[in-house]
């Protein structure tokens, strides 16, 4: 069988038409055709939609106006700091009264990324509060497995956030006290592009309303929306001037590649920060912008726009891939090409991913060392935190003995520390960052404020 | 003019020389209206002149038979055999990174799009939803079960051997790794942090509410089996505990 234009066809494909021919290119010349697209998704290629976007927060002000909605706001009381996001619109990030809205991945596998950001806060004298009312935002869970629909996630993302609105009641504080943070990329990514879906569909606000309504969710008998939907790398951004100035350890040797989580500035794009002081404002500026500041080295590299290989239901049942892409398109080009001491991420997949997958690039024939953290983990190490008892480096597959060499920190002093200071945990003392009290505020467990000795 | 004279999907569609029996039109019209009429599906799909840009930043077209670009003609061109051939394998192989969806230039959402068609595989009972997601039941149980999905518990060197063997750096038991946390919500070792009873609770009944369940029924009878023993016996620890409540209020 011949093609039209005589070449011979080897294969079919289906879903192109049947004019469709393969254009059979060398290798080089498929590159050549197609290496302008692989180069970058910036800033300028993401504004050429930017006429057809719309600020759905304008569609939230006038669905309260309506009194369909109840928005809860980023108030004075939660000393919010503007940032520019990719349009250039205005987005408030609260740095006072915050709800942790936890990690199940961070939590599960990689501690001392969660416990560096509460030992910052610590630091700082901002109050929060880490409780037991929250779950999973489910979306791990559904980008994998596809178990799980639209009123599923809007469901959870409402009664999340509800809770964090109601949380200072059980410490004797009004609603909206508290302003919830997320800690994952993915829930970050999910929840907003789920708010979108609810401003935007009354038939969605409706179903998801009667759910609500069954878990006693609502206020004044509707739904609850947030302002915004803040990530604690937006958090961790605008207080990097602040975290700087207790800055104890001197980073200026560290040459440092940053991996920018795909649900963080990919999903909902118009919603990420981008600041012109920061890789020219072309590049999200979360985690550059704290390691800058911390007087580290950033080091760009070719594959800075790839995702990390995580895949949700591949890094489960299908490692093949995920630790292929890892190795190839990540960490050997951090090592290889920006000769990098560290890599900082600020999601939990990629951080998983990243730092898990490079012991089996031993079968490869040559084994790539690189550590992996998330940037709230470098900054409280900067700043003298405990790699051990704070950062729980332990828990960290990559090599950071090499990193903390570096940075002048006596990790194998810390580490027998660490070590002493277990038997103080198997006596029944350890050592907390807030009163364990104050993680159940109701059912099981609550004790009321009042009756606390 | 040269027309193709075998395709792939045939084999699954109805292949004249294949004894696999062809799928009737009215099934495939009925899965492509589950996708469609999904309230997304407009917002995910405006159009595509084929350029490719989608396909050229895709992380699973490096390893897999797969092309976004691919998922959105079959779909701009309401290609039903396509579709459902594209629904036995390939939509498992996207990578959910929504790196294509950032790049459209018509402002599609192929990663979008792969999650309605895996949801509708999912509805309808699909050996290949099945096949795939069979080692996902740890995940689904302790999920829907706690309200988390992953725990310290499940990460362990017999389930991950490519991670080598510092799955910890600190010789030491689990529980005692974990009671060494500062942050007391995560002294836990089956769930990833403490989760509240009652919280867990609201999590089932939304599962229940949204149709979840009955996903999770379709997909695998015994896992949701266990579950709903396993929640039947939590709501009536919660119910307990309430009428324990009401007890101490009357005193």
Known sequence: ?453 | MTHATATRFETHIGDPVSDVPAVPRSELEEIFKDIQSDQRYDHELNGCLNCGICTATCPAAHYYDFSPREIVQLLWTENLEGIYDAMQEKIWACAQCYTCAARCPFGNSPGGLIMLMRETAIKHGMESAKSVLRPFSRVMLKLISTGNQLAPDMITADHFPDWGPNISKVNAPLKVLRQAIPMPTLNTTVTAWEVNLKTSIELYTIWEETGVLKQLETIDENLFDVIVDFMDEKREDWKDWLADQEDKDED
């Open chain 1, 1 to 453: 069988m011949s093609t039209r234009n005589d070449q011979p066809q080897t294969e079919h494909f289906t879903g192109h038409g049947a004019e469709w021919r393969a254009a059979n290119l060398s290798s080089e010349q498929a590159q050549l055709a197609t290496a302008w697209v692989e180069q970058k998704i910036d800033r300028r290629s993401m504004l050429t939609n930017k006429d057809r976007v719309e600020d759905v927060r304008d569609v939230m002000w006038q669905l309260e106006k309506d009194g369909e909605i109840v928005v809860h706001r980023v108030e004075e009381s939660h000393q919010p700091a503007m940032v520019k996001t990719l349009y250039g619109w205005d987005k408030k990030i609260p740095t006072q009264r915050l709800w942790h809205h936890k990690s199940c991945g961070q939590c599960g596998n990689i501690p001392g990324y969660p416990v560096s950001l509460l030992w910052l806060m610590n630091e700082l004298e901002v109050e929060y509060l880490d409780e037991t009312d929250q779950t999973s935002c489910t979306a791990w869970n559904y980008h994998g497995s596809g178990i799980g629909n639209l009123e599923s996630l809007a469901a959870v993302f409402l009664r999340n956030f509800h809770q964090a609105y109601v949380a200072g009641r059980a410490e004797g504080q009004p609603n909206g006290y508290y302003y919830p943070l997320v800690h994952c990329g993915t829930s970050f990514g999910n929840y907003k592009e789920v708010r979108q879906y609810l401003l935007h569909s009354a038939k969605l606000r409706e179903r998801v309303k009667q759910i609500l309504g069954k878990l006693g969710r609502l206020v004044d008998g509707k739904l609850l929306i947030p302002e915004e939907v803040v990530h604690y790398s937006e958090w961790l951004h605008v207080m990097r001037d602040r975290i700087a100035a207790r800055q104890e350890v001197d980073c200026s040797s560290v040459r440092a590649t940053i991996h920018p989580a795909c649900h963080v500035y990919k999903m909902v794009p118009e919603d990420a920060i981008y600041d012109d002081a920061i890789l020219g404002g072309n590049r999200l500026a979360v985690s550059t912008g704290i390691m800058q500041a911390l007087g580290t080295q950033v080091i760009d590299y070719s594959t800075w726009y790839d995702c990390c290989g995580f895949g949700f239901r591949h890094i489960i049942s299908e490692r093949e891939f995920t630790r292929s892409f890892a190795i190839d398109r990540k960490i050997r080009v951090a090592v290889e090409e920006a000769h990098a001491d560290v890599m900082i991420g600020h999601d939990t997949g990629c951080i998983t991913t990243l730092d898990k997958n490079q012991w089996i690039s031993k079968a490869g024939g040559k084994a790539l060392e690189l550590p992996v953290m998330a940037d709230c983990q470098f900054a409280a190490l900067a700043c003298g935190a405990h790699p051990f008892k704070i950062v729980q480096l332990h828990w960290h597959a990559s090599a950071t003995e090499g990193l903390m060499d570096k940075l002048g920190i006596d990790w194998r002093a810390k580490k027998a520390e660490f070590e002493a200071y277990l038997e103080q945990v198997k006596a029944g003392k350890p050592e907390h960052l807030y009163d364990p009290r104050r993680m159940i505020t109701s059912g099981p467990g609550y004790v009321r404020i009042e009756r606390r000795p």
